[in-house]
């Protein structure tokens, strides 16, 4: 079997993801170069890997790198990315830099591989929060048509990166520490936010933050915005009317997502149920109770819809509860999936 020679730039909740991917995936690796901004040796699951510090000329000989580093204009995929591409290699992007950008598919290897051979170098790998509902919504768009979506989402921590999930940890056993086990939950003294650190603007542990990136058009958030612009380029549908409220919850792994949608056709519960069932890369609960939590996704690899429901009020209507492990079909799974569709 032909291999091929890899970069990982970034080794993050992420990077460590993407190389168990390729492990547990058995994907054909040749070479393996692993950069992050210092050098070091990092331990996964009971192997040694090296990471190298990144710099120019990091690229030769590689067919892929997958970039799951920072964002933006100095950030890794910026800076490196187009160096890979000179280089020969394909480039797969965990960031949003070159979601939106004309020439760079937008891959869930379920509902639009057929894009991935528009490339011209660079691949663009979702957000974790729109990957997980184009996954769910993939078969309804492709049968009946979106009109509308409305989502609300509940994201666990270690989508705003390793140390976020750490900031959840340490507040948790400061709370521990600061009262006693004795002491009524009225009673005991709640606030142990210090914003030096922590990557939230406010304490996370026992607590919800409505607000995920920054304020942008309309008093949406960015990340309220790529669940919209992401999704129309996904479905290639930009008359999908979706609109967002993202929220992070004090959960470490897995994104769950309450998702209001309507068709386009008209369509009945049983339609829907029978749709869900079939959807490539979903894990449909009929039975009501049945429904998929976090804490049960971790680590696994599919998304998990339940809590199927017909709006009483309303035609062609329905809600479903959608969970997702973030780290792997969020990102590094759904970017390994790509390379896999790629070779
Ligand atoms: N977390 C998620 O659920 C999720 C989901 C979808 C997409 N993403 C995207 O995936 C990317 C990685 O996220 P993450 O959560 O893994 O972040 P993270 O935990 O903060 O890790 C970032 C990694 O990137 C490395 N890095 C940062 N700047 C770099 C540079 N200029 N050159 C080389 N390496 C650099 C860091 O190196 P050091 O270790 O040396 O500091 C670190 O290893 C981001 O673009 C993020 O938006 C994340």
């Known amino acids: 079997m032909k291999k091929y020679n890899i970069a990982l730039v970034g080794v993050g909740a992420v ?5 168990r991917c390729l492990k ?9 170069k692993i950069f992050a901004r210092s050098a070091r040796q990092m331990m996964v699951d009971n192997r040694t890997y090296n990471v190298e510090a990144i710099s120019d000329n990091a690229f030769e000989g590689m067919d892929i790198v997958f970039f799951a580093g920072t964002e933006g204009e100095t950030g890794a995929a910026v800076v490196y990315g187009p160096q890979a591409v000179k280089a020969g290699a394909v480039v797969i992007d965990n960031g ?3 979601r939106l950008k004309e020439d760079v598919p937008l891959v869930v290897p379920e509902v639009n591989a057929d894009t991935i051979k528009n490339n ?18 993939s078969g309804i768009q492709k049968k009946f048509g979106l009109e509308k979506i409305v989502l609300t989402t509940f994201q666990a921590t270690s989508g705003a990166g390793r140390s976020a999930a750490e900031a ?3 507040e948790t056993k400061a709370l521990g520490e600061k009262n006693s086990a004795e002491t009524s939950y009225r009673d ?3 606030v142990v936010y210090d914003k030096t650190k922590s990557p939230f603007s406010a304490q996370i542990a026992f607590n919800a933050i409505p607000q995920i990136g920054g304020f942008g058009d309309a008093n949406f958030t960015s990340e309220e915005w790529k669940t ?3 999704t129309h380029k996904i479905f290639d549908d930009s008359d999908i009317r979706i609109s967002t409220t ?20 008209k369509v009945t519960l049983d339609q829907v149920t029978e749709c869900f069932e079939n959807t490539e890369g979903v894990v449909f609960a009929k039975a009501q109770g049945d429904y998929a939590m976090p804490l049960d996704v971790e680590n696994k690899d599919l998304v998990y819809v339940g809590r199927l429901r017909k709006d009483p009020f309303e035609e062609n209507t329905f809600w479903i509860w959608c969970v997702a492990d973030n780290l792997r079909k969020g990102a590094a799974l759904n970017a390994v999936q790509i390379a896999e569709k790629l070779v």
């Open 120 to 137: 011209k170098g660079i691949i663009a790998n979702p957000n974790c929060t729109t990957i997980q509902m184009v996954t769910a919504l």
């Open 188 to 190: 005991i003294d709640r």
């Open 15 to 19: 990077g460590v993801e993407m190389l």
């Open 246 to 265: 993202c929220v992070r919850i004090p959960v470490f792994g897995a994104h769950s997502e309450a998702v209001y949608f309507t068709t386009k056709e």
């Open 228 to 230: 919209v612009k992401e």
């Open 24 to 32: 547990q995936r058995n994907f054909p690796v040749g070479k393996l």
């Open 96 to 98: 949003s830099d070159f």
């Open 168 to 170: 959840l940890w340490q």
